[in-house]
């Protein structure tokens, strides 16, 4: 069982989760998703890694309410645990195999659009954390759309 740590409405129908998943934070990487089951019955839902905190254990994930699953998911409060949280899934992003030295040669500019922020972010960060200067461009159908702004700069 992996259980909420935190949860918070980011915009209209867009939320953040904090789950304790230490298998998952300790070897994840930008680029990569997980596959969750709520409950038994559950049925799989790909998201993308947002972030991670490899001592505390929690992986990051952001999504939108588009469906059953994802509304359901949103029903469950910090202190509940969803069934199964597999991962890390998919490859790396290009960004974190790329030499240092041509890195550093690049200047890079990150797009991202509403809800597809969230991939975009732990790439963002990824690279800061390395010490490169990037910027990044978030669009979103209105203004009350834009999420993880503040965690961009
Ligand atoms: C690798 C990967 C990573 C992803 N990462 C993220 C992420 O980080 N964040 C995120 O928010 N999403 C992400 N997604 C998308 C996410 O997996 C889906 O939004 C989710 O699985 C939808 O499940 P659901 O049961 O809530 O919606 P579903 O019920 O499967 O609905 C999906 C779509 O169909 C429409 N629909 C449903 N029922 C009907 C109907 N009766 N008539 C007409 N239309 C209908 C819904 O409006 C919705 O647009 C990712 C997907 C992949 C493949």
Redesign the pocket.
């Given at each position: 069982m992996y259980k909420i740590m935190k949860k918070e409405l980011l915009a209209p129908n867009?939320y953040l989760m904090d789950i304790h998943a230490p298998r998952v934070a300790k070897s994840c990487y930008p680029g990569q998703?997980v596959i969750i089951k709520i409950d038994e019955k559950g049925?799989r839902?790909?998201?993308?890694i947002?972030d991670y905190d490899r001592e505390a254990g929690t992986v990051t994930?952001?999504?939108?309410?588009?469906?059953?699953?994802?509304?359901?998911?949103a029903e469950y409060e910090v202190g509940e645990s969803y069934r199964d949280f597999i991962g890390p899934l998919?490859v790396k992003s290009e960004l974190v195999e790329e030499a240092a030295e041509e890195l550093a040669k690049k200047k890079i500019l990150f797009v991202a659009g509403g809800?597809g922020t969230?991939?975009v972010y732990p790439q963002v960060k990824w690279m800061k954390e390395q010490g490169y200067d990037v910027d990044c461009i978030i669009g979103a159908r209105n203004k009350d759309l834009i999420i993880l702004e503040d965690a961009m700069n």
């Open positions: 867009i998703f049925e839902i790909p998201l993308t947002c994930i952001v999504f939108q309410t588009v469906g059953f699953s994802t509304k359901k998911m998919g809800v969230a991939p």
